[in-house]
């Protein structure tokens, strides 16, 4: 059975890219080739080339066609006289052209008395879609009433748009199931009899009529928006932990702008339906649109698939029974109205239940682990849910979307040198390291021991500003003694950040200059002056304006450096630029750079936070190029990753100049930093890293993986290079897609009919140019993925961590814990090899 829909924009947007369609189509009618003329008196719509071909879970198969009328529901609404002739029109054509049934999407079922006019002008079967659509509702609203733990009766649901079809068809289906209504109607003369005898009379006691939103916001927190104006829920009066399911279209609570909804209500997307069965399947090529469709169309194809050419729901009162028997029909053919979605994103099971305590509910563990623990599930299960949910709620709902794309959503329980081991038990082998915070591994014993120790003796800890403490003042004496010659003097802190900090107001504050040197691509940290020193704007440009006179050079121009640094503090550098995608110096540079900061008198700041501590083969990356800073930054793995703690080692020179008197002693100070405890973990950390000689290891190692990786590289194109030094490495992926776009527009444009390129002609350049920029920015952020793709694999495949580096989002950083063993290090090599050969699409042929 042929199947033809009527649908419209539900926004401006939408009705505009309509009429460009239908602008470029009559550009093209008249060109040779071009299949489709100007319709004449049919010429109010275009047809879109969607659900020709469609075979349904059961088996059944029907053919379509959607017609999109280039009116907004205001529209349609607003001119209902001669929406009624478009809409009749159209209906006649669909049935001329082989249409058994037509579906009225949208305000074109509204109009007419709800379908009835359209059906009786025409002689054709249409259906307003409405049963399907508060079928669809209705089980979404039991969903959340499961979710929230709410029992029928126990509070109201306020359905808004009573007595209107779909609003009706839900009161009447929330009252039998036991519900308490309140029906909110427009205002107006009725009475309540009036209003109320379309329901049973055993149910009014339970229904309380309201004549406007307003009134029951302060009654109740679940909403049912089925209104045909739209616009009416206000979601700032809406009490904290309100749940709207809006059905209403045009919507009754419209997406706010530029994201800045509120966070304690959810706005859940009413009366969509989706494929539930893989045998559901739609014949319009790759694209095919069936996720998230409305439940109006997707009721006129069910009654295709069924072969009933029937004016299925129409008018007012529907009957319940046909409601709930829709729904079942839709399930038969693999449909059903799943996922949740907001705004047509999806929303998932513990998003809905955070709202239980609002409701009364007292658990705050969401409704989906209290399910695991019900079935059985193990604790940790359950504790992964709850984790993953309050991650989500509390502290970076994108950055847990990012995570669980990337298969890195994981919620670890344990952790013993290179592993990290899940609630669950599941092992994993970490090559992140806490971005260089455990060059010890997780929980190093020696560390763990001496912390222990410190604490079982009670030694005091925060004493540094009224005492002389033991274990700081130790040391920042072994620091001294291990660092570079030349640096006598340590400010402790609490992060590398705050390491950077208290070097950019020693140089500052030493030579009485403002001006602070730095490289581009660098990075140094994200509190604002460490920000200030970075050297990628996309880290800068959100907290504007930075800390004035800083420069930036290009990395290894020392022509650029020089003329930076007459009349500087202080020039900044990190021996490696580590997120900036493990990139080492030319050959020189820093020697010369150096140099050129004695002989201006300005401050030479190396940034040892990532290098230091043994990551690049000694322990300190300086050594590597025989420097002598005037002021080293260190901090990560500087207590084996059990404690936060900074250092900022300083000649006695730039010190004495900046804090050398009575008065000026305290000008920099910081509470936590200092404290014994996290000095008892560094003096472990020192002794660890000698006694195990793991600089030595990080050397060897190191040229074990970069070997390995590059066997893995010279078969694949798409790996550029394998670079590092010691057990700071990278794999930096050439994913260059550049003209992906242009291509794909140029293919389309070629083998549709008519000849299309002459319409892309008639743009002007200005308009081309910010086509290409555009597709340009585009396709960069596309070549971006192969390198996140990368990371998930060896996460799903392999059970191993990766990520990105900060700057660089193609550089895979390898940067594993210094006690990695060698079966570990072969174990990587096998698994990107691996995750490469089920990538190796991507390669160039000559390359495999």
């Known amino acids: 059975m042929k199947f033809g829909f009527l649908a419209h924009p539900v926004s401006t947007g939408q009705r505009n890219l309509v009429r460009t369609a239908a602008l470029v189509a009559d550009v093209l009618a008249d060109r040779p080739g071009w299949p489709h003329r100007r319709s004449g008196a049919s010429g109010d719509h275009i047809s879109l080339p969607v659900l020709r071909n469609i075979t349904s879970a059961a088996g059944a198969r029907c053919s379509g066609e959607v017609r999109y009328l280039p009116y907004v529901a205001e529209d349609l609404l607003r001119h209902q006289r001669a929406a009624m002739e478009v809409v009749t029109r159209e209906v006649t054509a669909l049935a001329a052209d082989g249409a058994s049934i037509v579906g009225l999407g949208g305000a074109t079922s509204i109009i007419g008395h709800r379908g009835q006019q359209v059906a009786a002008r025409t002689g054709t079967a249409v259906t307003s879609g409405n049963s399907l659509t508060a079928y669809a509702a209705y089980a979404v609203l039991g969903r959340v009433a499961e979710l929230l733990g709410r029992p029928a009766g126990e509070q109201p649901v306020t359905v808004v748009g009573y007595p209107g079809s779909i609003a009706l068809a839900l009161t009447r289906l929330l009252l039998a199931d036991g519900h308490r209504v309140d029906a909110v109607h427009r205002p107006g003369t009725r009475s309540r009899d009036v209003l109320l005898r379309y329901l049973p009379p055993d149910t009014h006691r339970r229904v309380t009529l309201l004549s406007e939103p307003g009134q029951a916001y302060e009654r109740g927190r679940l909403f049912v928006a089925a209104s045909t104006t739209g616009g009416l829920i206000d979601p700032a009066m809406l009490r904290p932990g309100s749940l709207v399911l809006d059905v209403a279209l045009p919507r009754d609570v419209p997406e706010p702008s530029g994201g800045g909804g509120r966070d304690d209500i959810l706005v859940l997307d009413g009366g969509l339906i989706s494929p539930i069965d893989e045998g559901f399947r739609v014949d319009d090529g790759p694209i095919a649109p069936t996720r998230l469709l409305n439940a109006c169309l997707a009721e006129t194809i069910v009654l295709a698939l069924e072969g009933r050419a029937e004016s299925f729901s129409l008018g007012r009162e529907l009957s319940p029974h046909r409601v709930l028997q829709i729904g079942d029909l839709a399930r038969r053919h693999g449909l059903a109205p799943v996922p949740l979605a907001s705004y047509g994103r999806t929303v998932s099971d513990d998003d809905v239940a955070r709202l239980g305590p609002r409701h009364g509910i007292r658990s705050t563990v969401p409704a989906s682990a209290a399910a695991d623990a019900a079935r059985g599930a193990t604790t940790g299960g359950a504790l992964a849910r ?445 698994a990107v090899a691996d995750v490469a050969a089920n990538l190796s699409h991507y390669a160039d042929l000559a390359a495999r």
């Open 386 to 830: 709850a984790t993953a949910a309050r991650f989500r709620r509390h502290l970076n709902p994108p950055m847990a979307e990012l995570l669980s794309e990337h298969s890195l959503d994981n919620v670890f329980t344990s952790a013993r040198g290179c592993t990290l081991v899940t609630a669950d038990g599941v092992p994993y082998l970490d090559f992140v390291a806490g971005y260089g915070c455990l060059n010890l591994g997780h929980n190093p014993p020696a560390v763990v021991d001496r912390v222990r120790a410190f604490l079982d003796a009670q030694a005091p800890t925060f004493v540094q500003y009224v005492s002389m403490p033991v274990h700081a003042s130790e040391l920042a004496e072994r620091l001294c003694d291990l660092a570079p010659a030349g640096l006598d003097r340590v400010f402790f802190s609490n992060s590398g950040a705050e390491a950077v900090e208290a070097a950019l107001k020693l140089a500052r504050a030493a030579t009485g200059r403002h001006r602070l040197v730095y490289v581009e691509n660098s990075y140094h940290g994200k509190t604002l002056g460490a920000l200030s020193v970075t050297g990628q704007q996309a880290h800068r440009t959100p907290f504007g304006p930075l800390v004035g006179e800083c420069v930036c050079v290009p990395y290894g121009d020392l022509r650029a450096l020089a003329a930076a640094l007459d009349g500087a503090a202080a020039f900044v550098v990190e021996p490696v630029l580590g997120e900036g995608g493990v990139i080492l110096p030319p050959d020189g540079y820093l020697p010369a750079a150096q140099q050129l900061c004695r002989a201006a008198g300005a401050v030479f700041v190396v940034d040892e936070i990532q290098t230091g501590l043994g990551r690049t083969g000694a322990l300190f990356a300086s050594e590597h190029w025989n420097l002598e800073p005037d002021v080293l930054c260190l901090a990560k793995s500087l207590s084996g990753g059990l404690v936060p703690i900074g250092a900022t080692l300083s000649s006695s020179a730039v010190w004495d100049a900046a804090y050398g008197s009575t008065g000026r002693s305290t000008l920099h100070t910081s509470t936590f930093g200092g404290g014994n405890l996290a000095a008892a973990a560094g003096l472990a950390t020192l002794d660890a890293l000698a006694a195990q000689d793991l600089p030595a290891h990080a050397a060897k190692l190191g040229a074990v993986l970069r070997r390995g990786l590059n066997e893995v590289a010279d078969r694949y194109s798409f790996i550029g290079e394998i670079r590092g030094i010691g057990m700071m490495n990278a794999i930096a992926f050439d994913t260059d897609l550049s003209g992906a776009l242009g291509a794909a527009l140029d293919d389309v444009l070629t083998r549709l009919p008519g000849d299309l390129h002459q319409v892309v002609d008639l743009l002007d350049d200005e308009t081309r140019a910010a086509a290409v920029q555009a597709a340009a920015a585009v396709e960069s952020a596309l070549g971006d993925l192969l390198c996140l793709r990368f990371v998930r694999e060896l996460a799903a495949r392999h059970r191993i961590l990766t990520f990105v580096t900060a700057n660089r989002h193609r550089v895979l950083r390898i940067q594993p814990p210094l006690v990695l063993a060698e079966h570990e290090a072969d174990r990587f090599v096998e």
